[in-house]
T-cell receptor
Framework: GAVVSQHPSWVICKSGTSVKIECRSLDFQATTMFWYRQFPKQSLMLMATSNEGSKATYEQGVEKDKFLINHASLTLSTLTVTSAHPEDSSFYIC???????????FGPGTRLTVL | QKEVEQDPGPLSVPEGAIVSLNCTYSNSAFQYFMWYRQYSRKGPELLMYTYSSGNKEDGRFTAQVDKSSKYISLFIRDSQPSDSATYLCAISTSGTYKYIFGTGTRLKVLA
């Protein structure tokens, strides 16, 4: 149980294009989903927190207009990187939690490369 | 001062050794303490999830939390080459449910 999937697992795009990453909780309903970014040999940095049906809360320094988050249902959240640039190349990881529980379940990550 | 500090390593040990991984944190409000294992280009995998002070054991893994010292540890017994990975500590409080991760310690177990 408690499986989180991400799609795609990797993506390469040209600079200036937009990329959408999906995060799904497969066997549970996720009250909250989190999006992290991880640069090579660095730790996971929280980008934003999203609750189903409401606007995402972004961490300081994360551009909300660049990283669009939609949490339309209890099993799906999407992260869209708009007008991607090479510096946005990173490993993006989502996680999900259920109401009343602190534990987060992590997805396998999506590797984004912007050329 | 960072909220959580972790030695990045790398740490190399021979197969069968006991491995000790540690993190310190600055805010006594943190209540939840987690250890994750992450293989290269993969998502983090939960190893231990603890609440408050004390020890928790699961197979070859033991997690220790000392809230008075703001210090958490993960011990790996009988380490195997397959344990070679990056180990991340994470801390959290109730209410925000946000996790703060350490930088991760790269471990290499030599056969």
């Amino acid at each position: 149980g408690a499986v989180v999937s991400q799609h795609p697992s990797w993506v390469i795009c040209k600079s200036g294009t937009s990329v959408k990453i999906e995060c799904r909780s497969l066997d549970f309903q996720a009250t909250t989903m989190f999006w992290y970014r991880q640069f090579p040999k660095q730790s996971l940095m929280l980008m934003a927190t999203s609750n189903e049906g409401s606007k995402a809360t972004y961490e300081q320094g994360v551009e909300k207009d660049k990283f669009l988050i939609n949490h339309a249902s209890l099993t799906l959240s999407t992260l869209t990187v708009t007008s991607a640039h090479p510096e946005d190349s990173s490993f993006y990881i989502c996680s999900a939690r259920v109401r009343g529980d602190n534990e987060q379940f992590f997805g396998p990550g999506t590797r984004l490369t912007v050329l | 001062q960072k909220e959580v500090e972790q030695d990045p390593g790398p740490l190399s040990v021979p197969e069968g050794a006991i491995v000790s991984l540690n993190c310190t944190y600055s805010n006594s409000a943190f209540q939840y303490f987690m250890w994750y294992r992450q293989y290269s280009r993969k998502g983090p995998e939960l190893l231990m999830y603890t609440y408050s002070s004390g020890n928790k054991e699961d197979g070859r893994f033991t997690a220790q939390v000392d809230k008075s010292s703001k210090y958490i540890s993960l011990f790996i017994r009988d380490s195997q080459p397959s344990d070679s990975a990056t180990y991340l500590c994470a801390i959290s409080t109730s209410g925000t449910y946000k996790y703060i991760f350490g930088t991760g310690t790269r471990l290499k177990v030599l056969a």
